[in-house]
């Protein structure tokens, strides 16, 4: 068996969030440690490259595990590239290449994550973040796996980070709280223009294609664009958009926008509209003009 691949700490910019399917919250650190080693022995058996074994589990997938009690312990080198996140193919935003992963024990499609469990999970997140000048991706694993490996972890108690209501949304709020983040401000007041996407478009941190992405705007998906900015050139066009996505600040290319007439209750991550947008004249930024690149080229 092959040894896993190995990259830097400052390298490192996701953190998924697992649950192990097993029913049974381990109260305490003694049977969570009970529960690994049964892991580690199923992880053995997937083939997949094996560690050195510095925290004595040399198959186990995830590089952090929380009992019910929040008691925690680190069960593999950061170092290595693990097959937790089952999304590969994704290259440089791939979670397996570029993140670890944590198991919060149990399962939470049944069952709920403790309070300890959940506040572990954040205090290993924002310990590895002031340690190493960062700040991490956090989603759930069904958020990252690559579509034939769709998978319902970390549960559906856990939730999802789009839903600010959710448990896995309280981790990541939580981490902003100890590193000092204001919580995300409101949605801006109404105004600005509304636009549609053209085409499926990754929504990024920042304007460029080198910021980490946030999400996917479905095609026909109504947004509020909020500022039109100076950013990554696309086809020779460098004017990129603004919005709210999901509590924080989104972007897009303006190539594959084109502005439209929405009623104003229509929000960013409300339901797309019922009939075709109407499609305005004087959005002259992007316009939704059909180019030449892929819109998905570098925005994936």
């Keep these: 068996m092959s040894l896993s691949l190995t990259r830097s700490l400052q390298q490192i910019r996701f953190a998924t969030i697992h649950h192990s399917a097993d029913v049974?919250?381990?109260?305490?650190?003694?049977q969570l440690k009970k529960r690994l080693a049964s892991h580690n022995e199923r992880h053995k058996g997937r083939n997949?490259?094996?560690?050195?074994?510095?925290?004595g589990y040399k198959f186990l997938l995830y590089s952090f595990a929380v009992a019910g009690d929040g008691q925690w312990l680190q069960t593999q080198d950061l170092k290595y590239q693990l097959y937790h996140a089952t999304d590969w193919y994704k290259g440089t935003e791939s979670s397996n290449q570029w993140g670890f992963g944590i198991l919060l024990e149990g399962n939470f499609e049944v069952e709920q994550p403790t309070q300890g469990q959940l506040e572990s999970a954040a205090q290993i997140i924002y310990k590895f973040n002031r340690e190493n000048n960062t700040r991490l991706i956090v989603r759930g694993h069904r958020e990252f796996a690559a579509p034939r490996f769709a998978t319902a972890c970390p549960g559906e108690f856990m939730g999802l980070s789009t839903d600010p209501s959710s448990k896995l949304s309280w981790i990541i709020q939580r981490v902003n709280n100890l590193s000092g983040v204001a919580a995300p401000a409101p949605m801006p007041e109404p105004g600005g223009t509304f636009a549609t996407a053209t085409a499926i478009l990754n929504v990024r941190t920042g304007p460029g294609t080198g910021f980490p992405k946030l999400g996917q705007l479905k095609k026909g998906q109504v947004i509020r664009v909020t500022e039109q900015l100076k950013g990554e050139p696309v086809d020779g066009v460098a004017t990129w958009c603004k919005f709210w996505f999901n509590g924080a600040d989104g972007f897009v290319h303006s190539n594959w926008l084109a502005a439209v007439s929405v009623p104003e209750t229509e929000t960013e991550t409300g339901p797309e509209p019922e009939t075709e947008p109407q499609v305005s004249a004087n959005f002259v930024l992007g316009a939704g003009r059909r180019r030449h690149s892929d819109p998905r080229r570098g925005l994936r």
């Design 48 to 55: 997949y490259p094996s560690t050195k074994g510095e925290f």
């Design 24 to 30: 049974g919250v381990p109260v305490n650190l003694e």
